[in-house]
């Protein structure tokens, strides 16, 4: 594959103007400039994204009714054209050599199907923190290759940081049912059927601010998601009980440990033994612990 190939760059956006256009422009900006940029706009009640896409001939606005982070982006891919796809938040921003290093490894690591890396925060004034988000330097071979038993329960993908090959989403979609950690579920899903590879230096930048409305400070809501997580893994016909088990045990524990940091009391104790020999049932009732 020529390392020219169309880039889609979907931005999904929901009532929040602040960002967009930045966003937008951190991909204009880009070294690397056959790209098309797709804004989802999900169903905003407010009237700002066509107008500010009108401003950039290879930005094309589409509006749908709302339906979640999980709608706009299988809607984003549906309507892409592109032979590779990446995902963008209107509040978060690349960095210019991105697309052009992730495409050139892509083209080249003909067995790899995402290309991820770290990120650098940024404060609500684009201003960094300092703070890096990625692996640790004796982690970093963990997040390539087949990284799916190192992944599960435990980390995904930072959502400005992937590069994806356009046949992943053949079989790997996002959940349009889960409205609050649908990330997670569908980064270990696509862990499960592709090789990817990570690249150590920030490719993306990752606005962390106070917003009450970031869905990643919701934790209370992601309580219960490995149960769903489970259950889709169902559905992609897994069989292999071994396998099965494996991965039940790991989404309980780390559902129980989510449970037991969302807040509220008291804390569920299970012990190691029940775990190890049922977890089939724990991780299939992980919302019904509390109660």
Same mark, same amino acid.
């Given at each position: 594959?020529?390392?020219?190939? *169309?880039?889609?760059?979907?931005? $999904?956006?929901?009532?929040?103007?602040?960002?967009?256009?930045? %966003?937008?422009?951190?991909?204009?900006? !880009?070294?690397?400039?056959?790209?098309?940029?797709?804004?989802?706009?999900?169903?905003? $009640?407010?009237? +700002?994204?066509?107008?500010?896409?009108?401003?950039?001939? !290879?930005?094309?606005?589409?509006?749908?009714?709302?339906?979640? *982070?999980?709608?706009?982006?299988?809607?984003?891919?549906?309507?892409?054209?592109? @032979?590779?796809? @990446?995902?963008?938040?209107?509040?978060?921003? /690349?960095?210019?050599?991105?697309? %052009?290093? !992730?495409?050139?490894?892509?083209? &080249?690591?003909?067995?790899?199907?995402?290309?991820?890396?770290?990120?650098?925060?940024?404060?609500?004034?684009?201003?960094?923190?300092?703070?890096?988000?990625?692996?640790? %330097?004796?982690?970093?071979?963990?997040?390539?290759?087949?990284?799916?038993?190192? %992944?599960?329960?435990?980390?995904?993908?930072?959502?400005? $940081?992937?590069?994806?090959?356009? =046949?992943?989403?053949?079989?790997?979609?996002?959940?349009? $049912?889960?409205?609050?950690? =649908?990330?997670?579920?569908?980064?270990?899903?696509? /862990? +499960?059927?592709?090789?990817?590879?990570?690249?150590?230096?920030?490719?993306?930048? +990752?606005? =962390?601010?106070?917003?009450?409305?970031?869905?990643?400070?919701?934790?209370? !809501?992601?309580?219960?998601?490995?149960?769903?997580? +489970?259950?889709?893994?169902?559905?992609?016909?897994?069989? #292999?009980?071994? &396998? *099965?088990?494996?991965?039940?045990?790991?989404? @309980?524990?780390?559902?129980?440990?989510?449970? #037991?940091? @969302?807040?509220?009391?008291?804390?569920?104790?299970?012990?190691?033994?029940?775990? /190890?020999?049922?977890? /089939?049932?724990?991780?299939?009732?992980? #919302?019904?612990?509390?109660?």
């Amino acid at each position: 594959m020529e390392n020219n190939a *169309l880039v889609s760059v979907v931005i $999904t956006t929901y009532n929040r103007a602040t960002y967009l256009e930045s %966003a937008i422009q951190s991909v204009v900006q !880009q070294t690397y400039k056959n790209i098309e940029i797709i804004v989802v706009d999900d169903g905003s $009640t407010i009237d +700002y994204a066509a107008a500010i896409c009108s401003k950039y001939p !290879q930005c094309t606005y589409h509006f749908k009714k709302n339906g979640g *982070l999980s709608s706009s982006r299988n809607y984003g891919v549906s309507v892409s054209k592109g @032979a590779f796809i @990446a995902f963008l938040d209107d509040d978060d921003l /690349f960095l210019p050599n991105k697309i %052009a290093l !992730q495409v050139a490894l892509l083209t &080249t690591k003909l067995n790899i199907d995402c290309v991820h890396s770290s990120a650098m925060i940024i404060d609500a004034n684009d201003v960094p923190t300092g703070e890096i988000i990625g692996a640790s %330097a004796l982690k970093e071979h963990k997040r390539t290759g087949n990284v799916f038993w190192n %992944a599960l329960g435990v980390w995904v993908i930072k959502s400005p $940081t992937p590069l994806f090959r356009r =046949e992943v989403f053949s079989d790997i979609t996002f959940d349009e $049912t889960i409205l609050v950690g =649908e990330d997670v579920d569908f980064y270990q899903r696509m /862990f +499960y059927r592709h090789k990817v590879f990570y690249v150590k230096e920030p490719l993306a930048l +990752y606005r =962390e601010d106070d917003d009450p409305n970031r869905l990643s400070k919701k934790t209370a !809501q992601y309580v219960g998601l490995e149960t769903k997580i +489970y259950s889709n893994f169902i559905k992609m016909g897994i069989k #292999n009980p071994f &396998t *099965l088990y494996k991965i039940a045990l790991r989404l @309980a524990q780390a559902g129980i440990s989510r449970l #037991n940091t @969302a807040g509220g009391a008291p804390i569920v104790t299970i012990s190691k033994w029940k775990l /190890f020999l049922n977890p /089939f049932y724990y991780v299939k009732n992980l #919302n019904n612990l509390k109660k």
